[in-house]
């Protein structure tokens, strides 16, 4: 009912940067949560930053003071701005769409960290 597209994942050394983008589509509501969590093969998924409707975030504590999260509501879309990536964030990141009813995830994009 509610698709998620992501954009901005790849291949990036230590210490870089990327910025990650998700544009929901279909039955969105005003009111809605969004989020980015991170799975690799060795550890369950993982939150790692979240945003309300009005704005408050919540941050994994691995990468408080490096990722920040924000959204567009007028465009539908929510980022996650990486930066001094570390090879402990490679992962598969999914962005998350989440209200009273609805609990979408988008399709996953690939992110690596390495020299």
């Known amino acids: 009912q509610v698709q998620l597209v992501e954009s901005g994942g790849g291949l990036v050394q230590p210490g870089g940067s990327l910025r990650l983008s998700c544009a929901a589509s279909?039955?969105?509501?005003?009111?809605?949560?969004m989020g980015w969590y991170r799975h690799t093969p060795e550890k369950q998924r993982e939150l790692v930053a979240t945003?309300?409707?009005?704005?408050?975030?919540t941050y994994a504590d691995s990468v408080k003071g490096r990722f920040t999260i924000s959204r567009d509501n007028a465009k539908k879309r929510v980022s996650l701005q990486m930066n001094n990536l570390k090879p402990e964030d490679t992962a598969v990141y999914y962005c998350?769409?989440?209200?009273?009813?609805?609990?979408?995830w988008g399709q996953g994009t690939q992110v690596t960290v390495s020299s």
């Open positions: 945003i309300s409707s009005l704005g408050r975030t």
């Open positions: 998350n769409y989440r209200n009273s009813r609805d609990n979408a």
């Open positions: 279909g039955s969105i509501v005003s009111i809605y949560s």
